[in-house]
C-alpha cells in the first residue's frame, strides 16, 4: 500500500490506486468518453483486420454504462453492505415503466430519471424493509420473491399500465432541456465521432455522476457502517448503531441507482418488456455483472457490465467453426467467461487486474531499486 | 444511587436457568469484578444488560432509567459500552477504521441523512480515534489489517473499540484471557488509568485472581446464575462459602 495517503489513512485494498476523488473522476472521465471510439472504432478496425466482427455498434455503449450506474449502485449493498439481493429488477424495472408513463406527458429525459428514481425509491422502502430483516439465503428469496411479484403483476393485473405481455412501447422521450435530441450525433461532421450521440453524452454524465456519488458515500460515514455490516453485524449494533436502519439505507441507495438505470433503460430502448424490466433473470445479471467486474471495489461493477454486454451483444452475433452462430448460446459463453474470470481472479476483473499490475508495480520498483544498489556498490569498489 | 441496577434478573434456556434472580447494584466510579466458575452465568449476565438478550424477567436499570429488554444499539447510546469474550472486531479492516467506527456510533445522528461528507471531516472523530488508538498503544498500527494484528493486540482493538463509544459503563469480560503476563499487566493498567482519567464505570469478568484484587472495589461472586457473595475483596478473601462453591478451599 504505497500509495496511501496520511490523512485518509486509507481503506485496505478497496481504494488503493483512487485515494485521489480528482484522479478518479479524471480518469473515469476519459475511460467513458473515450469508450464509444474504443468499442465501435477501435475494435471494429480490429475486426477488419482479423475479418472477425468483433466491433460493437452505436448504442452498445449507452446498454453498458445504463447497466454500469445500475450496478455501481448494486455493489454498495453486494459488495460492501454483504447483502445479496435476487430482485433488484424490482426497482430497474419500476424505474423504466414509470419513466416511459411520465415520457406521454413529460418527454424531458431529466424528468423521466427524476421520476423514475422517486418511484423505485418509494418501493424500495417497503421491500428494503421486510427484506433485511432476514439474512443470508432467505434475504436472497425474499427479494426474488418481491421481483417476480412485480413480474407477474406486470404481466397480468398491471397490464393497463405496463401493456403486458405486448410490452411498453408508448415512450415519448423528448430532447434534453428542450434541445438536444438524443439520436443525433454530437459531431455530425466528424466522421470518427459518429457514435457519441446527445443520449451517450447525457448516460454518460450520469454515471460519472453515479461514480462520483457512490465514492463519497463511500468515504462517508455511511461508506464505513457498509463495509462493517459486511464483516460483523453484531459488532456494529454494539457501537451504537442501528443495523437494520444501515442495511435499509445500502438497499434504499442501490435502489436508487436501478431507478435512474431502469429510467436511461426505456430511453434507450424505447421499449420496455416484463422479461426485461423485472423477470428474475435480470436481477441474476446484476449478481453476474457485480461479481465479474468486481464486488467491493467501486469501478469493478463496470467492468462486469462491459463483459457482460459485450458478451451478450457482440460476441453473441459470431460465428464459429465446428459450433457454428453462438446466437442465442452466448449464455453458455458467459458462462465459460465467468468461470475463467473467477478462477483467474477470484475478487473479479478488477481488483484482480489491479492486484497484479500493481504487484508488477512493486517488483519493477525493486528491480529498478536493487540495480541501482549494484551499481553504486560498483562505484565504490 | 447505582449507575446500573438489576432487579431479580433472571435468565432462562429452555429448562436452564443461567441467571437466577440477580440484583445488584454498580456504583458510580467503581471498578466492579464478577467471578464465579465456567458456566456461573456472568457472560449472560452482561448479555442480558446490554441487550444483546431478554431477559426472562426482572428488570435492569441505567442512571435512573428503565432499559429493560432494549436492543444493543440503543444500550450502547444509553452509555453501556462491552468488551467480547472472544475480539469482535471487523477483521479486513484497517485497525483505525476498527476503531472510528465506533467513534461515529458515539456521534449517532450528527451524519443522519449526510451521505457525501467525508468521514475525514469529521473532527471530534478523528481525534477521539487518534486518543484510543495510543490510550491502547495501536497507534502506530493503526494502518494494519485488523485480522493480522497478534492475538493481545486484538483484545487490546477490541478494549478500544469499546472506549470509543464513548461509554459511561463499560463490560469487559475476560479481557485478559490468553494474554502472556506482559500484556496482562498493561491492561490492567490500561482499567485502572480508565477509571482515573475518564471516571469509567466498570464492571469486569475475570479469572486471574492477582488482577481481581488489584482492580477491582467490589466482588460479585456468582454460583449456577444466582449471587452467592457480594462485597469488598477483602471479605470475600475470607468468605467461606465463596471459598467453598467456587474456588474449591484453594487459597487465594
Ligand atoms: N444461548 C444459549 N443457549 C442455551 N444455553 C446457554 C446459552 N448461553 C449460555 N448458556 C448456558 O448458560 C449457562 C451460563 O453460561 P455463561 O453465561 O456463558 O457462563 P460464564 O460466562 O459464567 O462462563 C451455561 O450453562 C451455558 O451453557
Ligand atoms: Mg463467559
Redesign the pocket.
Known sequence: MSTETEGEGGSVGATGLTDSDAVLMIASAVALFSLPWVLVDGFGIVAEMLDFSIGGYVGLPSLILIYGIVVIGYNLLLGYTGLLSFGHAAFFGTGAYVAGVVSQSVGSPIVMVLAGIAVATLIAWPIGWVSIRRTGVYFAVITLTFGQMLYFWALGPGSWLTNGDNGFSEVGTGPILGTFELDSAVFPNIGFLQSYTYEYVFIAILALLALWIANRILKSPYGLIFEALGQNQQRVSFVGLNVQRYKLMAFIISAVFAGAGGALFIMHENYVHPNTAYYWIQSGDFVIMTILGGAGSLVGPVFGAFIFEYVANVLSGLSLPVIGAIGSLWRIVLGAVFVVIVWTFPKGVYPGVRDFLVRRGARDALDRLSDRVRNRGGESE | MSLLQTTDLVKQ?GG?T?VDGVSVGIDRGTVQAII?P????????INCVSGLLDPTSGTVEFDGEDITGMPPHETVQQGISKSFQTASIFPTMTVEENVQIAAFGAEHGSFRFNFLKKRSDYNAVQDRTERMLRSVELWEDRNVQAQSLPYGDKRRLEIAIALASEPELLFMDEPTAGMSPDETRQTVDLIEELREELGLTIVL?EHDMEVIFRVADKITV?HRGAIIANAAPEQIRGDEQVQEAYLGGAEI
Open positions: 434456556f436452564l443461567a464465579g465456567n458456566g456461573a452465568g456472568k457472560t449472560t449476565f469478568v456468582l
